[in-house]
């Protein structure tokens, strides 16, 4: 039997972090997070149990990665504050899931193979919801916010920098299976994935280590 990818414990421990420091600092960011984790946790074990039968469950990820698009599109929306941006995150999400069902039903399958065009598309939209994070961090009213200080900051870009990384590691792949490497793409495919994945569960990790901690500002007396 195949042993646990090394993401697999940084998904577990950042799903531990959310946890315990929810019971410290009762933020509501890290309430956000602990069903997402718990999913994508569960989620992973069940990919690494059906593919140490030989098994390829596709349909399993093409779900999950739907409902993580929409939740990221949920959890930008939250703090975006430009009223277009919030606007365009809203509008993602009916449209991507448009996309997702007519893709499975006329293109690409429920559990013939994994959704990469809707994937993509996803994608690069998450892509574009991190910048007009950033954008809305270097604005007049928030330059004297120190942004390595700012949970969400840490969210964004590892989101970035996940996702960024899937497109060129997709494009990767194709290239090398047309090229008659398909192997050596496999290789390839999986070290990087690996590390994206490490970069985004840390970056999590981060991000709830500096949530502030409501349970102490709710103790405070009223003056």
Known sequence: ?????????????????????????????????IPFLFITVCIEFSGWWYFSKGVRNYAMYNVFTTLEFVFYALLFHNHLRKPIFRRIVLS????????VILNMIFVQGVNRTFNTYTFLFGSFFVVIFCCFFFYESVLPDKIDLQLSRQPFFWISSGLLIFYLGSVIINALFEYLRNNDLQAEGIRIYGIINHSLNVILYTSFCISFYLCPDNKKTSSLPSL
Do not use: C, G
């Open 1 to 33: 039997m195949s042993s646990f990818s090394i993401d697999l414990y940084f998904q577990v421990f950042s799903l531990l972090a959310s946890i315990t420091y929810y019971f410290i600092k009762r933020n509501k960011l890290l309430l956000y997070f």
């Open 92 to 99: 993602f999400i009916p449209i991507f899931l448009v996309l």
